[in-house]
């Protein structure tokens, strides 16, 4: 042996190369390999699991996608996407940004009145309890989107929407002091759309709907006079919300009272 090999050097003073070998192993990443094998196994088993499943083979996503567009809509294919919003509305529930996306998506294939059995079905589907859940734990924007929905199934399962207790968050949204003028329209228009359902108008009188919207009729000028606002344009759509929100609460004492709407 020469001296100095032991320690990485040669007789003429040059890293032996040993040593370099030695350092480029060092250097190399033995996991990689493993984790190649790994994400194959991975891939291998979810396309052995969604064989036969009917669900399409790609990766899970990272963000939620918006509902698909269709210009020829069949029941079938109402209750396939109502089944995939659900389920990104369940996964997706502390993802404001999200869940508003997914409801957007919602009012879009909900939007026809006429297509009676995609709103059965996704009453079936306990749509409607996933909803009102958003309004428990969501608020601005994304309450705002999960209303506008509701809107839409008022009058077509109102009594789906009772059972599921809709009648008192509703009523508590309405209820909150310095509540958004869409906010407080929105939730009078679900109100107003239960009337018209026999059981349901009984429910909505029992709650005391009817001495809410006295008392928000009342207390709106004062509302509206504790409002600030940045710019002229900030003022011209709070004017205009508050007159909605004004009309809105007049028809629903209307149909409380048992007068015809005018």
Request: charged share 25%; net charge positive; with cysteine.
């Amino acid at each position: 042996t020469v001296p100095g090999e032991f320690f990485g050097l040669t007789a003429l003073g040059e890293i032996c190369p040993c040593v370099k070998l030695c350092g480029v192993l060092r250097a190399m990443n033995y996991s990689h390999d493993t984790e190649m094998d790994r994400d194959w196994a991975a891939d291998q088993l979810r396309r052995k699991k969604n064989l036969g499943s009917g669900l399409s083979d790609m990766p899970v996503r990272r963000a939620t996608a918006a509902l698909p567009q269709v210009r020829h809509f069949s029941v079938e294919l109402g209750f396939s996407l109502q089944c995939s919003a659900l389920s990104a509305l369940a996964i997706n529930a502390g993802n404001p940004e999200h869940v508003q996306r997914i409801c957007h998506g919602l009012l879009a294939l909900l939007y026809d009145k006429e297509c009676l059995p995609v709103h059965y079905e996704f009453a079936e589907l306990k749509g409607v309890e996933a909803l009102l859940a958003v309004l428990r734990r969501h608020g601005s924007g994304t309450a705002l989107a999960a209303l506008r929905v509701l809107e839409k199934l008022s009058r077509t399962v109102p009594r789906e929407f009772c059972v599921a207790g809709g009648v008192d968050v509703l009523a508590r949204c309405a209820e909150v002091p310095c509540q958004a003028p869409r906010l407080l329209e929105a939730s009078l228009r679900c109100l107003h759309g239960l009337t018209f359902d026999t059981e349901a108008k009984a429910a909505v009188e029992r709650r005391g709907v009817k001495d809410i919207a006295e008392a928000l009729l009342e207390d709106i000028p004062l509302r509206k006079g504790r409002q600030v606002v940045s710019s002229q344009e900030e003022q011209r759509l709070l004017e205009e919300a508050w007159d909605d929100t004004t009309v809105i609460c007049r028809r629903l004492l209307q149909r409380l009272n048992g007068r015809k709407c005018r």
